[in-house]
């Protein structure tokens, strides 16, 4: 079995942003210990803070095998339509995750273009939704 994680604008940052949302473990450490969780998925993990690259990204998958993806969009979730038709455009299930819960934060970021395109959505559960949609992805 074989997963993607896709983080997108900012999330390189983790650990060091807005610790009080973010928390402060770095995604790489989280990755380190999520990887030895599930030994036996591939997890392959891509970041970037270009759009156009994260749906160059989300192309690439339609000749992949991978079970499913996990799309952390970061603020392009609430701003960004052509990544959403990007979603929708593929065949691999996509679970959107957020580390914080958008919902009690700022009104702009109330609105999620991505979720109507994904197999489900999991919000403010910090860096463990990873881990849960992981889950979600091998029990599909």
Known sequence: MK???INGPNLNLLGKREPSIYGFERFEDFL????NQFSTVYIQYYQSNIEGELINRLHATEYEDYSG???NAGGYSHTAVALADAVAAIKTPVIG???SNT???EKERHQELLAQY???GIYGLGLQGYSLAIQSIINQ
């Not at 380190?32 to 990887?35: C, D, N, P």
């Open 32 to 35: 380190t210990q999520v990887r």
């Open 97 to 99: 995750i957020h580390i």
């Open 118 to 120: 994904c197999r489900g």
């Open 103 to 105: 919902y009690t934060r």
């Open 69 to 71: 993806i996990i799309l």
């Open 3 to 5: 997963i993607l994680i």
